[in-house]
């Protein structure tokens, strides 16, 4: 016997039933059902439903930078700006009169992913302070003709482990190793190869990986709590393997979301 949904219920299959279909029950099921409230009927001539599966969800989703879509691309962005710009003043003779600085080179491969760019900042860390060292000394330079005009250390030289801190420290080193370029005491000719790239910043989405989903699947979503940025939603969009959720500003670490992404199945 076929009865019609009044309220969408999730089938043992997995499969959600949405209000309006019309499906087919044991009569103890339909009566439990016809209960609580889910269904209504029988009818004697069912319309076929669209089925539609659950991929996944989360009915309590903090929200994260490390997930931050502009914040990862910018960051990446800033981190191969900078070590074009470090490599072209090491070689520069002159810059560097006493000789070009071949020690400290800086080698990572561009980035594509967190991991890399992590590698590519402690690298950058390492070598910047190597550099700086020099120029801080009072006599018997490798590198630089004389003592720096003034102080270019790092805020923290602690090799970062997340997103977070690699913006941290690729906004510090992006000015300090600025100040240190434009320090013409020390260096034959000053701001000679400096950084104009802007800094690292978050933006307004952040990537969610959800294996199992395509583009074509439907994400619906809500705000539970819009956290520190009181942000308001805007879209979400799946991908493969992801869904990006994109609010009106940078929800940071701590907005609160639900979500639940279906197919729509061929039967």
């Known amino acids: 016997m076929k ?45 076929p439903p669209t089925p539609w599966q659950v991929i996944g969800g989360n009915r309590g989703k903090i929200t994260s930078r490390e ?31 006493t000789a070009p ?20 900042v402690t690298e950058m860390i390492t070598s910047y302070v190597a550099h700086d060292d020099d120029a801080e000394l009072g006599a018997g330079w490798l590198y630089h003709d004389a003592q720096e005009a003034g102080d ?10 997340n997103l977070q801190e690699c913006i941290t420290r690729l906004n510090d080193i992006k000015a300090k190793y600025n100040a240190h370029d434009a320090d013409g005491t020390c260096h034959g000719v000053g701001s000679n190869h ?33 956290g520190t940025g009181t942000v308001v939603g805007v879209a979400a969009a ?7 959720f994109t609010f009106d500003a940078d929800p940071q670490n701590d907005a609160v979301i639900s979500y639940l992404v279906t197919r729509k199945l061929d039967i």
């Open 3 to 47: 009865y019609t949904v009044t309220k969408a219920f999730i089938d043992i299959d997995g499969i959600t039933k949405q209000i309006g279909w019309q499906v087919e029950l044991t009569i103890d099921r339909a009566i439990r059902l016809h209960r609580w409230g889910f269904i209504a009927g029988p009818i004697s001539h069912p319309v």
């Open 67 to 97: 997930e931050n879509i502009a914040g990862l691309a910018s960051a990446i962005g800033l981190a191969n700006d900078l070590k074009a710009s470090i490599n072209a003043s090491y070689a520069d003779i002159l810059d560097h009169t």
């Open 194 to 226: 400096q950084v104009g790239s802007a800094d690292a910043a978050y933006g307004a989405a952040i990537r969610v990986v959800l294996p199992g989903v395509l583009p074509n699947d439907l994400a619906t979503w809500g705000i539970l709590d819009s």
């Open 238 to 244: 799946a991908g493969n393997g992801y869904v990006d």
């Open 152 to 161: 270019h250390s790092l805020a923290s030289v602690v090799a970062p482990i």
């Open 101 to 120: 600085d071949t020690v400290n080179v800086i080698t990572s491969p561009a980035p594509v992913t967190l991991a890399a760019l992590i590698t590519l």
